[in-house]
């Protein structure tokens, strides 16, 4: 290896804290420039187009930071250089976010792992490292990531099984399966995830319910063919397509009310009032700014046409309210705020999930106690 790429390694190794060294050594075996486009999108507090033609050095920069570049717009559709950019639909997530997320899966030796999402190829090379490629299979659902990172995994050695299709259904011709890590958004796990996975083995992925933050999620697979775990810390994924927030694209019944509650105090809970808001209602948050003023809007994801836009506005006493639909979205969401506030504001790790045929519940500190 190139001895500046080794030592562009290093840095970025020091600069990631706490990793195990199984995954270092995969991070020193498997180089990641070996799996970035020469044209990327760093999206940071500002986004920057990285071509490694025009400025290899920067390229390289910033392949060797811990920041993730994001290699495909709106599925595909969109140039990375066009300045009107579009949804992020792929990238090659930050490494700090992989060691993550490969420390919190554990996976060893001959363990066979299932991969959602192969994106470009560097998660599929580092498990494959890891446990043996031959154990390693992985899902892509665009055909054009899926060749490509067909490709990036060939010139560097590395041949696990790779499929393309939907990651939602798994690959039941190759479990079961030890290990299952998720490098998409989920809001609902699919059970065919752990239905292909041995007891005792463990699925890693990034939930998003839709509502302020994301959260790593480590299920552990019970003999019963449930599967149970808690959320052990923030992470921040693009959906899996299937599962994509649809837009507030419907009208209903209007009318304006005010609100005492600055939106802020909702939309810049902690963790684990996000984890239970989104649990008890089931509802999703996004927001935006228009001027001086921010924009929370709350949907019913299964009724486009029950929504609601608040508005605040600096210095005002109260805020404005446009609910769209009968269900009192807001109200809903601020009641839920306060059931969290009213159990003694429990943190994130305190809430865990339990997936079974039946679906999946959100639970507060035992799986007895579920809230939503």
């Not at 498997?30 to 490694?52: K, N």
């Not at 299932?114 to 446990?131: C, F, M, Q, R, Y």
């Not at 050695?157 to 990651?167: E, K, R, S, V």
């Amino acid at each position: 290896m190139d001895e500046g790429i080794a030592a562009r390694i290093e840095r970025l190794i020091d600069s990631l804290g706490d990793i195990s060294a199984p995954v270092k050594r995969a991070l020193r075996a498997v180089p990641r420039h070996q799996f970035i486009p020469s044209v990327g999108l760093i999206a940071d507090d500002t986004t920057t187009i990285i071509d490694h033609d025009a400025d290899p050095a920067a390229w390289l920069d910033a392949v060797y930071a811990n920041v993730p570049i994001v290699t495909q717009l709106n599925d595909g559709a969109t140039d990375l250089r066009d300045e009107t950019g579009g949804l992020y639909t792929s990238s090659n997530s930050a490494p700090g976010t992989v060691t993550d997320f490969l420390d919190l899966l554990d996976p060893a030796p001959g363990h066979r792992v299932l991969e959602i999402g192969t994106g470009t190829g560097w998660t599929a090379a580092l498990l494959s490292h890891l446990v043996g490629a031959q154990y390693v299979t992985s899902i892509e659902v665009d055909s054009a990531l899926a060749e490509q990172a067909a490709k990036n995994l060939s010139d560097t050695g590395m041949h696990p099984h790779l499929i393309t299709g939907d990651g939602a259904d798994g690959s039941p011709e190759r479990a079961p399966f030890d290990r299952v890590h998720v490098t998409c958004g989920i809001r609902t796990v699919p059970y065919a995830w752990v239905e292909q996975t041995r007891p005792g083995g463990r699925i890693v992925l990034p939930y998003d319910p839709g509502f302020v933050a994301g959260h790593a999620l480590r299920l552990a697979v019970r003999p019963d063919g449930t599967a149970a775990g808690t959320f052990t810390g923030f992470a921040a994924y693009m959906m899996m397509r299937s599962q994509r927030v649809p837009a507030n694209a419907e009208r209903g019944p209007e009318r304006e009310t005010r609100t005492r509650i600055d939106p802020r105090t909702i939309t810049e809970a902690p963790p684990g009032a996000a984890l239970a808001m989104s649990a008890l209602t089931g509802l999703y948050l996004s927001t935006g700014r228009q001027d001086d003023r921010f924009l929370t809007w709350v949907t019913d994801p299964a009724a486009p046409a029950q929504w609601a836009l608040i508005t605040h506005v600096p210095g005002a006493d109260d805020f404005e309210v446009y609910q769209v639909g009968d269900r009192p979205v807001w109200d809903e969401v601020v009641d839920a705020y306060f059931r969290w506030v009213d159990w003694g504001e429990p943190r994130r790790d305190r809430f865990g999930m339990t997936v079974s045929p039946d679906g999946q519940q959100v639970w507060l500190d035992t799986p007895q106690q579920v809230i939503g």
